[in-house]
């Protein structure tokens, strides 16, 4: 198995050292092979909102930098982390450029049964807004999401501190690993099946096939699927999956 960490610092500090440990712990456990991926050290573009590769297809993007080459990497990984330190607030502007190149990646999510997680460092408060953005991130991307963690990071680190940041280092890991070698795809919540059926019913009522959103679900068959996966619904999801669908419909109409 492989796994690719993707570090949206410019430093090669906190979040490197917290996904290196992290890592480290993953090759501990079994049989994992890793990356360590600084965004800092490839050429991500501004997305300029062109819509582009929502209507055409992300080949068309008119900027040319290396968001295929970080794809790629994600595409050759059985697990993924995004670890960002807390700028004002938010994910580093590295990392929130490069998910602004995956935009049509939450149109069209295609990392199904990969797992992933989250890592924030920070000195002071509010990473778990960050933490929860970024699972969201991945979720709504497709992948099998290991919620995240925030690590205090205040410089300079106390020896209390340290252990600390070791030892939830080592907890997520743990949490990782067990879904990494687990590889099931699960059962969708309520919410992520009215997203599906929602998106796909509007996308089928709404465009045609000159847009590649549309094609995209015609091809992966999933107009007709009951989610993105082949998955078991209980009746009662099933019953909400088609009011989800007549719901879709009747916003489209009024």
């Given at each position: ?9 410019g430093?090669?500090?906190?979040s ?18 890793y ?13 300029k ?6 209507d ?21 990984s059985?697990?993924v ?35 992933f997680?989250?890592i924030?460092?920070?000195?002071i ?10 699972d969201f ?14 690590l ?5 680190m106390?020896?209390?501190s ?5 030892r ?55 107009f ?10 209980n ?13 879709a ?6």
């Amino acid at each position: 198995m492989k796994v690719t960490a993707i570090i949206g610092s410019g430093r090669k500090r906190h979040s490197y050292i917290a996904c290196e440990k992290f890592l480290q712990n993953l090759h501990s456990f079994g049989n994992v092979e890793y990356e360590l991926v600084r965004l800092s050290e490839y050429n991500i573009g501004i997305c300029k909102g062109c819509r582009i590769c929502f209507d055409k297809g992300e080949e068309h993007c008119p900027n040319k930098d290396d968001r295929d080459i970080l794809i790629g990497k994600i595409n050759d990984s059985d697990g993924v982390i995004f670890a960002s330190p807390n700028y004002s607030f938010q994910v580093s502007g590295l990392m929130k450029a490069f998910l602004d190149r995956l935009g049509f990646g939450f149109h069209r999510p295609s990392f199904f049964g990969k797992t992933f997680t989250s890592i924030v460092v920070q000195g002071i408060g509010k990473g778990e807004n960050i933490v929860k953005y970024l699972d969201f991130v991945g979720k709504g991307l497709g992948f099998n999401v290991v919620k995240g963690c925030c690590l205090k990071t205040l410089e300079p680190m106390t020896e209390k501190s340290q252990q600390k940041f070791d030892r939830s280092i080592e907890i997520q890991s743990k949490k990782f690993y067990a879904q990494l070698v687990k590889k099931e795809f699960p059962v969708p919540t309520l919410w992520w099946l009215m997203i599906f059926r929602m998106a796909r019913t509007s996308m089928y009522k709404m465009l045609d096939e000159s847009c590649r959103d549309y094609t995209y679900f015609r091809d992966k068959g999933w107009f007709e699927s009951d989610y993105f996966y082949p998955v078991k619904l209980n009746p009662f999801k099933k019953l909400s999956g088609k009011i989800f669908d007549k719901l879709a419909i009747q916003i489209i109409r009024s």
